[in-house]
């Protein structure tokens, strides 16, 4: 697993014009484009260069400077912002390196100078294998509970073409184990296709079928999307958390 | 410009790894980050219908995915299934009563990639043969 954790070194600051007023300000603006370009481009080192420098020019661009230099060497990436004013320019280099952290556990810190140091981040994620448990999961989790008379199936990691099988007899057992009034948690579901909306509308069909009903949890945007483009958000009720979902009546509408 | 091309056994294991490719090219030719998830649903879908296609004619062939970076960003899914019945919906969406499970992720499929993708074309293999998905997004 890529449990990683990245100290940034700030390794000069230097090239700016007279240190007073928009100087001072133009300085500390391109220190703090360099600061988060370097971190944000850091993150992203497992991809290669193109994408970590990419990623830090938009962090350097959002922050009101421009990327004059971006390296990656092994994980450590380096990055230089600039910053033009009436004055001259400011310039501003920093470091983000990382090493593995033993045990597993990670951090994503800034040095901040002065023996001050910033947690930014906790988790790196590796995009081939996941890291923090029950979120950026490249596979399907499914988890049962009963919560008052619902049972509620929380599904996360991605659900497609080749995951929507499992989360298919999962819940055609708990169809045939009697279940009947059924909460689908979308909430940890990073990704889903149209073969896992075919998996949702058999299940809708068979708890009908059996006198039950099929109520999905799923407050992410891009999911919902995905429910307005196909029009199943006139087929199911949605929710925006499981406890609204239990709360609503059998044939409960979306609110 | 640059192109990516790949092919895989229609298995539906692969498309998860098309997907991740998908992104990852359509990242490096500056597709706007808002726009990735979009690309990865899309690729996705189209590879999922290849797959389809060709495990209901029992055909073992590759599927061909090419991946473009002109001034568009241009994704290519070109299965090899004969062409049966509409590629693309006809009509407004039926009701889901009624219909197998397997036909309404088709249709939802394509309702998707309609939905999501504003350069949508489908036609015919360049050899009569099979289908070809063309999907493009403008880089900023």
Redesign the interface.
Request: aromatic letters at 10%.
């Given at each position: 697993m890529w449990l990683l954790a990245a100290g940034l070194v700030l390794v000069l600051a230097g090239g700016f014009g007279a240190a007073i007023g928009s100087a001072t300000v133009a300085r500390h603006r391109a220190q703090a484009a360099a600061d988060l370009g370097a971190l944000a481009g850091a993150m992203r080192a497992v991809?290669g260069s193109?994408?970590a420098c990419?990623q830090a020019r938009?962090i350097v661009t959002a922050n009101g400077a421009e990327q004059s230099a971006c390296r990656l060497d092994g994980l450590d990436v380096t990055v230089t912002a600039r910053v033009r004013v009436a004055v001259g320019t400011a310039s501003a280099t920093s470091r983000a390196g990382s090493v593995p952290v033993a045990g597993g556990n990670s951090q994503l810190c800034e040095d901040l100078g002065g023996g001050r140091v910033a947690v930014a981040d906790a988790r790196w994620l590796d995009?081939e294998r996941g890291s923090e448990p029950g979120r950026y999961r490249?596979d399907l989790s499914l988890s049962t509970r009963t919560v008052a008379d619902h049972t509620v199936l929380q599904v996360g990691g991605?659900v497609?073409?080749?995951t929507a099988p499992r989360l298919?007899e999962r819940l055609v057992e708990l169809v045939d184990g009697g279940a009947r009034k059924v909460v689908v948690d979308l909430g940890r579901v990073e990704?889903l296709?149209?073969?896992g909306?075919?998996?949702l509308?058999?299940a809708h069909?068979r708890l009908r079928a059996a006198g039950g009903s099929l109520a999905l949890v799923c407050a992410r945007e891009?999911l919902l999307k995905?429910f307005r483009?196909?029009?199943?958000d006139q087929?199911f009720p949605l929710y925006d958390s499981v406890d609204t979902a239990t709360a609503a009546g059998v044939d409960g509408q979306a609110t | 410009m640059a192109t990516v091309r790949l092919s895989f056994s229609p298995e539906p294991a692969h498309v998860r790894t098309v997907r991740l490719v998908g992104v990852a090219v359509a990242r490096r030719a500056g597709v706007p980050e808002d726009l990735l998830d979009e690309v990865r649903l899309a690729v996705g879908e189209a590879c999922s219908r290849a797959v389809a296609l060709h495990q209901r004619h029992g055909l073992r062939d590759l599927v061909a995915v090419e991946m473009t970076d002109t001034s568009d960003f241009v994704v290519r899914v070109i299965d090899r299934a004969p062409a049966d019945g509409p590629a693309v919906p006809t009509g407004p969406l039926m009701s889901p009563d009624g219909l197998s499970e397997e036909a309404v992720a088709f249709g939802m499929g394509l309702a998707l990639l309609t939905g999501l993708v504003d350069n949508l074309e489908v036609r015919r293999g360049t050899d009569g043969v099979g289908t070809e998905v063309r999907m493009s997004w403008q880089q900023r």
């Open positions: 991809y193109g994408v990419a938009r995009p490249m991605e497609d073409v080749y298919r990704f296709d149209s073969t909306l075919g998996v509308v058999g069909k891009p995905i483009i196909t029009a199943l087929v | -």
